[in-house]
């Protein structure tokens, strides 16, 4: 079974750039997440989607970012434009139950922003 | 408030030793406690979880603890392995997922 895919796996952009990230979670998995991890902490997250709603998006800063789920599978979260302080590792994970139980994540997208 | 503190931040062993890690969570937090690995350049996986009706589970050379009175949970890797070099973290369940800050392990050969 294959599982959580993200690309790409590095991106380098300047600042004021827009960047996007793309996640196809394991299949069948309703539930899909959109963490961040700064270097040396644990993952933040960042939106929460069952199926292709969005429910709880409480700590994704809407002022630049946005993310979407179309039909439910495979999802993009975008920044734009790009600041210096966005850089760090986005992940992406899901989960075939909602709000417990294990969280499969994928390798993760390694922004810089210079 | 929702908040997992995780103890220490870096930790060093000799081979074959054993590593504890240590977590205390906030009133709130649901009954379910998993510890996740993170290799470099890996996302975080899963190797153990345990939920409140337990005080203890164990899978070969990993074990939790966990004091729900005290609000402490604990991991404990025995026999230490270079493999098991990597970055620790603790989560609670609160109406969502919340990850402590991370413990890197050094296993010493």
């Known amino acids: 079974e294959a599982g959580v895919v993200q690309s790409p796996r590095y991106k380098i952009i300047e600042k004021k750039q827009p960047v996007a990230f793309w996640c196809n979670p394991i299949?069948?998995?309703?539930?899909l997440y959109w963490y961040l991890q700064n270097l040396g902490q644990g993952p933040e997250l960042l939106i929460r989607?069952?199926?292709?709603?969005?429910?709880?998006d409480s700590q994704l800063p809407k002022d630049r970012f946005s993310a979407e789920r179309l039909k439910g599978v495979d999802s993009t979260l975008k920044i734009q434009p790009a600041e210096l302080g966005d850089s760090a590792v986005y992940l992406c994970?899901?989960?075939?139950?909602?709000?417990?139980?294990?969280?499969?994540f994928g390798e993760g997208s390694r922004l810089t922003v210079l | 408030g929702e908040n997992v503190e995780q103890h220490p931040s870096t930790l060093s062993v000799q081979e074959g030793d054993s590593a504890v890690i240590k977590c205390t969570y906030s009133d709130s937090a649901s009954n379910y406690f998993p510890w996740y690995k993170q290799e470099l350049g890996k996302g975080p996986q899963l190797i153990i979880d345990?939920?409140?009706?337990?005080g203890e589970k164990k899978d070969q050379r990993i074990a939790v603890t966990l004091n729900k009175t005290a609000k402490h949970f604990s991991l404990h890797i025995t026999e230490t392995q270079p493999e098991d070099s990597a970055v620790y973290f603790c989560?609670?369940?609160?109406?969502?997922?919340?990850f402590g800050p991370g413990t890197s392990l050094s296993v010493i050969p």
């Open positions: 345990i939920r409140s009706n337990v």
């Open positions: 299949s069948g998995h309703n539930t």
């Open positions: 989560a609670a369940i609160y109406d969502k997922v919340i």
């Open positions: 989607y069952e199926n292709e709603e969005a429910v709880d």
């Open positions: 994970a899901s989960s075939p139950l909602s709000g417990a139980g294990e969280l499969f």
